[in-house]
């Protein structure tokens, strides 16, 4: 019964932080270069970048069109994959890339997930003006009732 709750509980915070949560990687780190026009990090602007219409969207949107890779299936490769990506001050994703990779194949899912989202984005604020900003969203893929504990 308490395993079940803390389970509800950690899927309940994941999702609540989705956007932002960082991998162990370096905290409040760039991974984009800023060809000369600074690209904001979530501690620097006033409201950070939303997806739109809302985050429920984003979500059914993912969960409806995500495919778990079948060499990843079939090789019961379970974990997370983070991608960065730079919402520009128009609200167009651009420079979409892997920071924390899982395999060649889930990460590639979570790259093409992000590419093929049919909505803009409303661009972080900062000092009332758009700004190009970093978001980092992570991907878990796990495996209904797997029994390996192998995460990469």
Known sequence: MIKNILTILTLLIGLTSY???????????????DNGEK???????????????????????IL??????????????????YVSFIVEKNGVISDLIVIKSLSESCDNEAKRLISILPNKWTPAIKNGQAVRFQYIFPFSFKLKGSKSKRKK
């Open 39 to 61: 690209i904001y990090l979530k501690t620097e602007v006033d409201s950070i970048a939303k997806y739109q219409p809302n985050d429920d969207e984003l979500f059914n949107f």
């Open 19 to 33: 956007g932002q949560e960082q991998p162990k990687l370096s905290p409040d780190s760039l991974y984009h270069k």
């Open 64 to 81: 409806k069109n995500i495919s778990y890779p079948s060499d990843a299936r079939e090789n019961d490769i379970q974990g997370k994959v």
